[in-house]
């Protein structure tokens, strides 16, 4: 086990640097740069700049500065935010995004679960289809939709929540169901689906001839085979909501992390897009391990063994 | 349990509801406190190296320069409590009030000179820098080579070409080391004594008092600044002097800042207490406005905004700055200046601020907007001498123009693209103009949305045939929007080039007659409407949401806030 560990380790950090890499390239072959503005700037003061953020270095100096850099954990100063770093910007934002995102994933488990397992009991009858009607909602609707339908009805037509902005819980409401709302869709489908599956298997109708109540027959034998491919999708789900959403944090005024996925590119702020995207791919690699071991533990079938050489 | 789940339910809608009845109470007009949406975070708060509005409009509140702009948009003393201006109006002597910064020391001439230095200082990349090329060896300074602590001349080459060298794989500029460059004697700004400031100007600069209230001539606290360069990042070395102070900056989320008790001009500042709010989204806005979470916002979402000036919730603002295309002149059939001016003249302007734009903007029949000042105190650029220079939507003469140039009727005519950089609003514009053209002159174009780099890029490099562009203005003189269009000028971007025209604009830069100079700059208008390397669409308007609580409310024609005078006032009941 430790060696499995171990190992993986290696291959996260391999995969990280495979991606700081192919970004740094390619977000280079994008036209124009960092300082491109409506009003350009004379050649001598650009010249300035770029001296001041080593932009005048040949590319394969930047490249392997800026790989040293990363394996000590400085991602550089940010070329739009003059006077912030990226380690600043991600330091900043990320506990803001992963707070809300904590509340949606809470969400879309206590909501999507239990809507699955209640739609699959009544296959085919007006429950499950209530189910599905939800579920085909939820994937259909784009959040920017969502976002402002929630926010009309419950802050300009109820006013029961502030319309938008950060610091109270009553202004997380909005955004964490919107953030939610796929993901309680997704979620409810993957589980009815399963849930049908297991509640064909033979263990099943063995546990239901024992005598055993429906009760205790869904949460006793059938919720736990479910729950592999819940999460499995909650790991990657986990990395990508609680790294923040463009579209929910620009609606609700959320000082979060997914404005920078979309800003940082149109800006050319390279050591921001480089930060944001190592720090996605290194949380998105690490959920997936996380995944690997809750396997094991879920199903016993499951387990790491190490190869004996012989 | 179904019971008990239901109670649960209506208990938690019942707390919800109580705590929005709490939190929606209408906020007293008694208060002197507003909300403002700034609609952005700023991108630095060090107002030497910042460059946009929004961070204008936070320095503008924090620092105090030579002079501020009064709500005429006329420069008034400040810091300096008057001034002397030598016969040849390239020598300005400052004197100093008593001020304080907010670490309790004395606002001195020495700040100044170090403020400005610093601003021009190669090292600093500051790209307002030029800002303060009016200064006397301010350019040189900035242009200059640094080689351990001393400045130097870049070294040129028998042709007069500047001088690099291969070093590694990097290209480094050669300093002339003959030439020394040293800012304490070669730069025109020099603390006489502790309330004294001496200006010097490479040459007349009738502008110059509007500059000193820009951000970046402002003075920074030099032993402040000079002993952390990270003074900008962090809000308790933010060491300023201006009617506020910033006291709470949440990245991306808001900015407060409260009065400062230690302002020399306090007693005007009615306001204890600005709130700055980072919302990006102009729906978002609208409704936290609606909601009373906001007193005002710099943005309002253009659907709304006919109901919005209607109800009195909106208000629409003068802005010095023009929307228009530009025409790329080296390439045919647009190097040809009929085919120019029948693009030009099938335009219904009228139509696109009435029926797209609809901010209230003017059709533009010139290129400098309304609003920038003549030779004659009072009197306005554009309706001194030439007003119009076109009559908008002259269908007759666009098409007899067309086929003077061998195009009846369009016949004949390359297809080509019309290109933009991505948003609805431009798009919109776009589309009607496609029309306008293929139904008044019977030519085709393509359009074509590019993002925001890849747009200037190919703006830059020519590599296009018509392109939207806009301009605001950086001061309050035609000259921000005519010293443009001079041969090879960086914002040039259309190959323009006509040696009259350029020569019109170096002649409005060394006279000292202020007549002489917008004589100059009316005749080089008059020539750039003539060759027409672009087609002016409509001057810009800068709408903005403000309750009817805020009194004197104050944004300049270049988009700067002011709420140094602003107060909030109780509204009657029922309002």
């Known amino acids: 086990m430790p060696r499995f560990i171990l190992q993986r380790m290696l291959s996260m950090i391999l995969v990280v640097l495979i991606v700081a890499s192919g970004t740094f390239f390619m977000m280079r072959l994008l036209p124009s740069g960092p300082f491109a503005r409506e009003k350009k700037l004379p050649a001598e003061i650009l010249k300035n700049l770029e001296a001041r953020y080593h932009l005048d270095d040949p590319l394969w100096k930047q490249y392997v500065d800026y790989m040293k850099n990363l394996l000590r954990g400085d991602l550089g100063p940010s070329f739009k935010y003059k006077n912030r770093t990226v380690n600043n910007i991600i330091n900043d934002g990320f506990p803001v995004s992963a707070a809300l995102g904590v509340v949606a994933v809470i969400l879309a488990v206590v909501i999507g679960i239990p809507l699955g397992i209640w739609g699959a009991l009544g296959q085919n009858g007006w429950q499950d289809r209530l189910v599905m009607f939800v579920a085909l909602l939820g994937v259909s609707v784009p959040n920017f939709i969502m976002a402002v339908l929630l926010m009309f009805v419950f802050a300009m037509w109820l006013r029961v929540v502030p319309a938008a902005g950060w610091g109270s819980f009553r202004q997380i409401i909005l955004p964490a169901f919107t953030l939610a709302g796929y993901p309680i869709a997704f979620l409810a489908r993957l589980v009815r689906s399963s849930m049908l599956e297991v509640l064909r298997q033979e263990y099943i109708t063995t546990a239901r001839a024992k005598g055993l109540s429906e009760r205790l027959v869904v949460f006793r034998h059938a919720l736990r085979n479910i729950l592999i491919p819940v999460v499995t999708v909650l790991g990657p789900l986990i990395a990508a909501v609680f790294t923040g959403s463009f579209v929910v944090e620009k609606i609700f005024a959320i000082p979060g992390l997914g404005r920078y996925y979309v800003t940082s590119i149109n800006d050319r702020d390279y050591t921001t897009i480089l930060g944001v995207t190592v720090f996605y791919s290194a949380l998105l690699v690490f959920m997936n391990f996380l995944v690997d071991l809750t396997y094991a533990w879920l199903d016993p079938r499951i387990r790491y063994v190490e190869k004996k050489v012989s | ?575």
């Not at chain 2, 170090?114 to 200082?121: E, G, I, Q, V």
């Not at chain 2, 360069?229 to 962090?234: F, G, Q, S, T, Y």
């Not at chain 2, 003068?318 to 085919?339: A, E, H, I």
């Not at chain 2, 939207?468 to 040039?492: Q, S």
Request: aromatic share 10%; hydrophobic share 40%.
């Open chain 2, 1 to 575: 349990m179904r019971k008990s789940l239901s109670l649960v339910l209506i208990a938690v809608l019942v707390v919800v509801a109580l705590l929005g009845t709490v939190s929606c109470k209408s906020s007293n007009g008694g208060i002197q406190e507003v909300t403002y949406n700034l609609g952005t975070e700023p991108a630095a708060i060090d107002p030497a190296i910042t460059t946009g509005i929004p961070e204008a409009n936070i320095e503008l509140q924090v620092f105090d320069g030579l002079t501020r702009i009064d709500d005429k948009n006329v420069p008034q003393p400040a810091i300096a409590e008057s001034w002397t201006i030598s016969e040849d109006l390239k020598t300005y002597v400052f004197k100093l009030r008593d001020a304080e910064w907010t670490d309790g020391t004395p606002v001195t001439a020495d700040d100044f000179e170090y403020a400005w230095k610093r601003a021009l200082s190669p090292d600093l990349a500051s790209e307002y820098a030029y800002q303060l090329y009016y200064v006397k060896g301010g350019e040189a300074f900035n242009t200059s080579i640094k080689v351990d602590s001393k400045y130097y001349v870049q070294a040129v080459d028998a042709k007069g070409e500047p001088l690099t060298k291969k070093e590694g794989d990097k290209d480094v500029a050669v300093p002339d080391m003959t030439k020394e460059i040293d800012p304490s004697k070669d730069v025109g700004v020099k603390a006489v004594d502790a309330k004294t400031l001496q200006v010097d100007l490479e040459s007349p600069t009738p502008y110059f008092l509007n500059l000193t209230a820009f951000p970046t001539l402002m003075p920074v606290c030099k032993a402040v600044v000079s002993a952390n360069d990270k003074w900008a990042a962090d809000i308790t070395t933010y060491v300023t002097n201006g009617p506020f102070k910033l006291i709470e900056w949440s990245h991306n989320e808001k900015m407060v800042f409260e009065k400062n008790a230690t302002y020399w001009d306090k007693d005007k500042v009615k306001l204890t207490k600005i709130t700055y709010y980072m919302v990006e989204d102009e729906s978002t806005a609208l409704s936290m406005f609606q909601s009373g979470q906001l007193d005002a916002s710099s943005t309002v979402p253009v659907a709304e905004l006919p109901s919005l000036v209607t109800s009195g919730d909106a208000q629409i603002l003068p802005y010095l700055g023009t929307y228009y295309y530009l025409v790329n002149v080296t390439k045919k059939p647009f190097s040809d200046v009929r085919v120019r001016k029948a693009l030009l003249l099938a335009i219904d302007r009228k139509g696109i601020v009435t029926s797209i734009t609809q901010g209230g903007q003017i059709p533009a029949l010139a290129y400098v907007p309304y609003g920038l000042p003549d030779a004659l105190p009072g009197s306005d650029f554009r309706k001194t001498s030439q007003e119009d220079f076109y009559k908008d939507n002259d269908i007759a003469t666009a098409k007899a123009l067309l086929a003077e140039a061998g195009y009846p009727d369009g016949k004949g005519f390359p297809s080509f693209t019309l290109l933009y950089n991505t948003s609805n609003a431009h798009k919109s514009i776009a589309e009607a103009i496609q029309q306008m053209w293929n139904k008044n002159l019977g030519i085709s174009c393509t359009l074509k949305s590019e993002e925001w780099g890849v747009y200037m890029d190919d703006r830059t490099h020519l590599n296009y045939s018509v392109a939207r562009a806009g301009w605001i203005g950086d001061y309050m003189d035609p000259n921000t929007f005519l010293d443009m269009w001079v041969t090879g000028g960086g914002n040039n971007d259309t190959g323009y080039s006509n040696k009259s025209y350029d020569a019109l604009i170096a002649k409005s830069k060394t006279t000292a007659d202020p007549a002489v100079r917008m004589t100059a700059l009316h005749d080089a208008e008059k020539i750039l409407m003539t060759d027409m390397p672009i087609l002016p669409i409509y001057y810009y308007t800068n709408p903005v949401l403000l309750s009817k609580k805020i009194v004197n409310f104050f944004q300049s024609t270049l988009g700067f806030v002011d709420w140094k005078n602003a107060s909030m006032q109780e509204l009657p009941k029922g309002s």
